[in-house]
């Protein structure tokens, strides 16, 4: 019976409200304030919104509102409810049980939605593709926090903790309650979500500033989130009650273990950094490195993302780009040279070929007018002229073999129109000495008189 008393107090403190005055006032108050609140952030969300998609705020405010605007309508409610409750005790409208309700309803809904937020802006990619283990996680996180409400609005939340406060469990040779174990997991949990989700704001602001390298934006967000995360697990640490001169001990252990099996993983990382610092990728560069080429869409610490002309994406350590040969189109320079050849007859006229095929290049609209085609006249093949047609683009994310096509097209237009052929391999087969009897006969049965 003694557990079952908060919540007849709360019924009969409900009930006993209907036969108030302050019923309907404390109704009309809870509406408006749902839709005042609901309306005042869809409000604030599309007007911030809308600057941030045009880009004419400095990106703080906008990042603001932005994070905040899942939680924004249920924290509007819960100030709008408070708003009311001081109201209501100004004109001596005491019980307001039905709003006392109603508060907490809201501050869950608040929890719920902001640490959906933040687990989607941490762990989804791009704050959309959402895996079933996260989806999971929510439903039992959400079924938590209005289990925790229920316990709450019904009293039942002190006994609760009495009980959870005087279960210890074994630790080494400490004895250890639930209630520390549970508060301790939920601090190191929150920080280190916190610091998670800094790291990711910061990220997102540095990559937008004009007027700064990419790499230096890179450096910069990865050392942030890597401090972030490293003060997050210290104050964790010290909020739990652990002493921190254990991680000498970790440290050792580190060092170890970099010492036996993770010097690749530390070797890539450690270049990673190298890679941003000394500018020698970027992001958007085209390079080829071992059987590897594509464009450059990712600088992690760890790998570098190539993505080739075909859409496929290639993960290639970084060590591998400091310990390796790399070639990179676009390092100092954006300008590629192609060569394609061609074979025209012996008979042809050499300097009007020349300057034929010079001319058909430069009509291809990627090839360069400011730095020329040019045709040289390479050997003396066995069957014609071998001549090379070699131009510049200023392009090569775009792929080559486009523009390629594209000129041997013209160079081939442009020997139809001027009946200019282009030689074929011919070869002459002669059988020396007397024919063999059945090879004579197969001839013989096989030419046509």
Excluded: C
């Amino acid at each position: 019976m003694s557990q079952q008393q908060p919540l007849l107090n709360l019924i009969e403190d409900l009930t006993g409200d209907l036969h108030e005055p302050s019923l309907l006032w404390q109704l009309a108050a809870i509406i408006i304030s749902v839709i005042l609140g609901f309306g005042l952030a869809r409000l604030l969300r599309k007007r911030f919104g809308r600057q941030r998609h045009e880009e004419r705020q400095g990106g703080v405010l906008g990042f603001g509102v932005e994070s905040f605007g899942r939680v924004m309508a249920p924290l509007a409610v819960i100030g709008l409810l408070a708003l009311s409750r001081v109201i209501l005790a100004q004109y001596h409208y005491t019980h307001v049980n039905w709003i006392k309700v109603a508060m907490p309803i809201f501050g869950s809904l608040a929890v719920i939605r902001f640490t959906f937020y933040l687990l989607r802006r941490v762990f989804a990619r791009n704050g959309r593709t959402i895996s079933p283990g996260m989806l999971a996680f929510e439903k039992i996180f959400q079924l938590l926090v209005w289990l925790a409400f229920v316990l709450y609005i019904t009293g039942l939340w002190d006994d609760v903790f009495f009980f959870m406060d005087h279960t210890t469990l074994p630790i080494g040779k400490y004895r250890v309650s639930l209630a520390d174990i549970l508060q301790a997991s939920a601090s190191v949990a929150v920080l280190l979500m916190l610091a998670l989700w800094a790291g990711a704001a910061l990220e997102e602001w540095l990559m937008k500033m004009p007027g700064m390298h990419t790499n230096l934006r890179v450096v910069l967000s990865r050392t942030a989130r890597a401090v972030l995360i490293l003060v997050a697990v210290l104050m964790s640490l010290s909020l739990v009650g652990i002493d921190l001169t254990v991680l000498s001990v970790f440290g050792g252990a580190l060092g170890v273990g970099l010492g036996l099996g993770l010097q690749k993983i530390a070797s890539n990382y450690v270049s990673g950094f190298v890679i941003l610092l000394d500018r020698s990728l970027t992001i958007g560069d085209m390079i080829t490195v071992d059987k590897y080429s594509g464009k450059v869409t990712q600088i992690n610490t760890r790998y570098t993302v190539l993505q080739g002309l075909d859409g496929m994406e290639s993960i290639v350590p970084n060590e591998m780009l400091v310990s390796g040969a790399v070639q990179n189109s676009s390092l100092s320079s954006s300008l590629v040279n192609i060569s394609t050849k061609v074979s025209v007859a012996y008979d042809t006229d050499v300097d009007f070929v020349i300057q034929l095929l010079t001319d058909a290049a430069a009509t291809v609209e990627r090839v360069l007018k400011d730095k020329p085609p040019s045709t040289t006249l390479t050997s003396f093949g066995a069957d014609g002229l071998d001549l090379t047609v070699s131009f510049w683009i200023n392009d090569p994310q775009n792929g080559r073999s486009g523009v390629t096509s594209d000129v041997n097209r013209a160079i081939w237009r442009a020997l139809k129109e001027n009946n200019i052929s282009v030689p074929f391999p011919q070869r002459e087969m002669r059988i020396l000495g007397p024919v063999p009897a059945p090879l004579a006969e197969q001839e013989s049965t096989t030419v046509p008189k």
